[in-house]
């Protein structure tokens, strides 16, 4: 369908955020898992590169939950996302 767009560039930015943001969220929570999970501890990631992949996990997810929880919002910006292809 998306080469029946006008411009397909639009069709697929708002999914593209979200799914880019949700993905990277959960992965880097996946990351800090199996790197302790599953590595020596000689291999496992150290204190700063630890505190920063939670940092970032935690911000990408909250921005997530964020745009898509608050209804007002979120639904808001989808909803006219929508309209604005059909």
Known sequence: ???LAENPIEMITFPLLV???STCGLWCFGMVWLDHRLLPKSLQMKRPLLTATLLTATLL???LL???LLSEIGG???????VSLV
């Open 1 to 3: 369908m998306t080469w």
């Open 19 to 21: 799914g880019g943001v």
């Open 61 to 63: 997810t909250a921005t």
């Open 66 to 68: 964020t745009a898509t």
């Open 76 to 82: 808001k910006v989808f909803y006219d996302f929508v």
